[in-house]
Every structure is written in C-alpha cells, then in structure tokens.
C-alpha cells in the first residue's frame, strides 16, 4: 500500500473508532487531587463474578486534548465479553500549542509517569472497593498507541534503574501486558518522528532526552519476566510497525519472548474500534493472559 493510501485508510478507521458514543463507567475513583487523577471502572456486563481485571491505559501521543473518553467504548465492549474494567486517567500536556498551528505539547514529565504509577499502586484497593466483581489477582494491562507504551512501562518499574522514584522492590503481580501499536522503542519513534514529535515534547532533547529514556523507554527496561504480547496492524502509518518490531527484536536480544500478532491490511484504531474485526482479536489476546 502506498503512503498516501495508508494515510487515508488511517483517517477512515480514526473516523470509525472514534464514531463510537462514550459509555459512561459504573463508577469513578480518584486516585489522588488532581481532576485527572481518576479511573473509571466498567463491571463485567455477564453479572459474573470473580471476573479478571483489565487496567487499560489510553492514547493520544501524551497530549491533553485525547483523554479517556475515547476509549471508553473500547472499555464498554471488553466489559460486555465478562472482564472487570479500569480506565486509566493521567495528566498529559497542559494543551497549548507550541506555535501557531503546531500540535499540543505531549505529555509532562515527570507528572504523566508519577499518574500511572501512582493509578496502579491504588488500584488494588479502589478495585476492591469499587468494583468487587474483580479478581486483582487475575490483572492484565493494555493500553494502545501512547497507552501501549505506558502499559509497557507500568510493567517494568521493578526494573527501573536504582534510585528511580517509580521503581517497585518486586514485580508487579500481572498476569500479563497486551500492548496495542505501543510506541515501545524510542530509537525508532524519534527516527520515523512519531506522532509528530510528541517523544521530544514529553522527555526533552539531548542530555535530558538520554537521561530520560533510562527510566522510560521499554526497550530499554528489559528483560520483565512478565507475560508480553504486541498487537499491530501492517498498515500503521500512526505508529508504524518497524516501532513495536524494534522492541520485540530488543527482547529477543535480552533474552525475552515477546508475542507479535500481525493483522494483515489493518491500521492504527481499529485496534480498539468495537465494531472492527482486529478489536475481537484483541479481545481473544487479553483473555489468553487473563484466564
């Protein structure tokens, strides 16, 4: 497929997802003072209990103007098909261009990185309150694009170098992490320009980008010893698939399997489109690490 081809698909399955009414969660829970400091729980639509937990991580390039209500009818569809739901919220960039016609800036930092890790340190116990239904012990994270780096991230604290603010004394008690088109290999994403720049705007330049990247990019935080599969279209011009197939190489090198699903013809956002195809095997993904 040509570039100019890939492009449009891209615009045509973005309208597709994005066409979706949000479904409005069962209940919300902050996890701390800030208004973006909250997670939204989706109990499973079958009744059942004892359901695994989903913790699911949304994208958006880190950038302010792309929070969770997009994702929300993603939420919604994995509640339908019996999983226990949390949608994650964090502080992104604080939406305002960086000139005239440019993008929002991406993300904060360090704050967008303090959010997930505190969201996750919380989780168990606001769960246990709000949505009983779950089954902690039976926890898989996902999250898609920006979402699937952070979900990747989130599973790799204890891993962090020595003295970093989010690492974890122990692995994190997951039965795994389906990443979908995760922007998962900086090296990459700085090369092919990601989103727009948005690596740049949320970790720096130069020393800082460097510095920065030690305690944040997936590739880099490797081997986990944590259950990992890689969900990607071939036709992903957002995110393109020479990104998660650097970090599924990385961990080959560090001495890690991680699973790739390729879905062949599919792009960026059918990935968490309810009505695509390539969401069902999303779906099937979660659910072989969940039960």
């Known amino acids: 497929m040509s570039e100019s081809a890939g492009r449009a698909q891209d615009a045509v399955e973005e309208e597709s997802a994005f066409a979706h009414p ?53 939420a919604g569809f994995l509640a339908r098909r019996g999983f226990a739901v949390a949608s994650v919220e964090y502080r992104r960039g604080d939406g305002s261009p960086q000139q005239e016609g440019a993008a929002p800036v991406a993300g904060r930092w360090p704050e967008t990185f303090d959010d997930v890790a505190a969201a996750m340190d919380a989780l168990p116990a606001l769960a246990g309150r709000e949505l009983p239904q779950a089954d902690v012990r039976r926890t898989v994270l996902t999250g898609h694009s920006a979402g699937g780096h952070l979900a990747l991230w989130a599973a790799a604290r204890h891993v962090l170098p020595p003295g970093s603010p989010w690492r974890l004394p122990a692995s994190p008690r997951l039965r795994g992490v389906v990443a979908l088109a995760p922007i998962a290999d900086f090296a990459s994403a700085v090369k092919l320009d990601v989103c727009g720049g948005a690596l740049h705007q949320l970790l720096g330049t130069g020393v800082d980008l460097e510095s920065r990247s030690a305690h944040t990019d997936p590739a880099l935080l490797l081997p986990t010893g944590i259950a990992t599969t890689v969900v990607q279209g071939t036709e992903d011009t957002t995110v393109p698939p020479a990104v998660p197939d650097a970090f599924v190489d990385a961990a080959a090198k560090a001495g890690e399997l991680v699973g790739l699903t390729l879905l062949d013809g599919v792009g960026h956002f059918p990935l968490i489109d309810p009505s695509a195809d390539a969401c069902a095997v999303v779906a099937e993904e979660i659910a072989q690490l969940a039960w």
């Open 22 to 74: 949000a479904v409005a969660p069962d209940r919300s829970a902050a996890y701390g003072s800030h208004p973006d400091q909250v997670i939204d729980f989706y109990a499973p639509g079958d009744g059942r209990d004892g359901a695994p937990l989903v913790v699911v991580l949304h994208g958006g390039a880190w950038r302010a103007p792309y929070d969770r209500l997009h994702i929300s009818p993603f």
